[in-house]
């Protein structure tokens, strides 16, 4: 999973921010108001308990859990929605890094590609793979 690290407030760049987390042995990759992905977050690693999914308004997430299974979620959304496709991404970069990934980029090089081709999306980019896998 990678990400870029920029964080803007309205059309400032104010500084730039983790967007990648470990939780449980996965990772969560978010996009989105940084207190609703704080909440968000915690609320994973707080067990994701039903019925407490907490109130957000403006975050998605890829959530990879420790077997590689991929799921999507709206700040809106409670319910996992399940990726099946070979490759994702979520944020202002988005369709930029899908073409990438399509033409055959790893996520890293998405990510660059992403922030060669969008004014929101900025560097440093940051890799993160899931422990035990190569």
Sequence with gaps: ???DSSCFADETHVYSIR???RVGGGLVGAAGLIVDIAV?????RDGAID?????MT????IVVNPQGR???YESEQADPVPVKAPYCAIGAGRDFALGAM???ADAKNAVKAAIKHHSLVKPPVRVYKLK???
């Design 1 to 3: 999973m990678a990400a």
């Design 70 to 72: 991929v799921c999507a």
């Design 58 to 61: 403006a975050m998605e997430a």
């Design 19 to 21: 967007k990648i987390f």
């Design 102 to 104: 399509h033409a055959g």
């Design 40 to 44: 968000f977050v915690q609320w994973l």
């Design 132 to 134: 035990g896998m190569a």
């Design 51 to 55: 019925g407490e999914y907490p109130k």
